[in-house]
C-alpha cells in the first residue's frame, strides 16, 4: 500500500501562483509514474501532468502546458505541482495519484493508477 497526502491547495486570484505538494509513504519502493488529476463540480476527473521515476520524462494535460510544472523528489518520496498564470477554470480537487505498474509511463488515464491521495481544493478568482 502507498498513502498519498496533498497540501499546498488554496483560494488564489487569476494570474497568481499556487504550489501543490504530495508525500508518499509506505510502499514506496513501487512507486513508478507519479501523476496529478483533477476534478471540477460537475465534471470528470482529468489528466492534469504526470513525472516517470527521478522525473526523467514527464507529460502535461494541452490545457495547462507552459503553465504548470510537475517534478519530484524520489528522496523525499514527493511530487509537485507549480502551478502558475492560474485561471478560474483551474479551480477544482487537485488529486495526486501513484502508477505501480511497469507497463505504461505517464499516463493519462486515470485507471492506470494504482494509490490515490485525498485531495487539496485550488479555487482561482477572477
Known amino acids: 500500500q502507498v498513502q498519498l497526502v496533498e497540501s499546498g491547495g488554496g483560494l488564489v486570484q487569476a494570474g497568481g501562483s499556487l504550489r501543490l505538494s504530495c508525500a508518499a509513504s509506505?510502499?514506496?519502493?513501487?512507486?513508478?509514474?507519479m501523476g496529478w488529476f483533477r476534478q471540477a463540480p460537475g465534471k470528470e476527473r482529468e489528466f492534469v501532468a504526470a513525472?516517470?521515476?527521478?522525473?526523467?520524462?514527464?507529460n502535461y494535460a494541452d490545457s495547462v502546458k507552459g503553465r504548470f510544472t510537475i517534478s519530484r523528489d524520489d528522496a523525499k518520496n514527493t511530487v509537485y505541482l507549480q502551478m502558475n498564470s492560474l485561471k478560474p477554470e483551474d479551480t477544482a480537487v487537485y488529486y495526486c495519484?501513484?502508477?505501480?505498474?511497469?507497463?505504461?509511463?505517464?499516463?493519462?488515464?486515470?485507471?492506470?493508477?494504482?494509490?490515490w491521495g485525498q485531495g487539496t481544493q485550488v479555487t482561482v478568482s477572477s
Open positions: 509506505g510502499r514506496t519502493f513501487s512507486m513508478r509514474t
Open positions: 513525472a516517470s521515476r527521478s522525473g526523467g520524462s514527464t
Open positions: 495519484a501513484v502508477d505501480t505498474s511497469v507497463t505504461y509511463v505517464n499516463s493519462p488515464r486515470a485507471a492506470t493508477y494504482d494509490y
